[in-house]
């Protein structure tokens, strides 16, 4: 029981900080922070690595990850599989509305 509320804390304080990385993005105030950041992560990773990297943000997309839940859930049947579904969508929305 100790454990879960150790999660759930570090769980509402990592929301809490993503809310709060967006304002800043929004507002602008991260922007030359962002592309510095990538700028130097691009330099320091040889170019043999965007074969895969490229391949990793594909199997990321969200028709492919969708595809792949559906296959798992498919064979979980009941409500546990429902559930997660459930919380997909609701994670999936809150995303697409953070977004906008």
Request: proline share 1%; glycine share 8%; hydrophobic share 55%.
């Amino acid at each position: 029981m100790r454990k879960s509320i150790w999660l759930a804390l570090l769980s509402f304080l990592s929301f809490l900080a993503l809310i709060n990385f967006s304002y800043f993005v929004r507002q602008g105030r991260l922007a030359q922070f962002d592309f510095d950041t990538t700028v130097k992560i691009q330099n320091r990773l040889p170019q043999s690595w965007d074969g895969f990297f490229s391949t990793l943000s594909l199997i990321g997309n969200f028709e492919v990850i969708t595809l792949v839940l559906l296959i798992i859930l498919l064979r979980w049947r009941g409500w546990y599989g429902l559930w997660t579904l459930s919380l997909y969508f609701l994670g999936l929305i809150g995303e697409i509305l953070g977004k906008i």
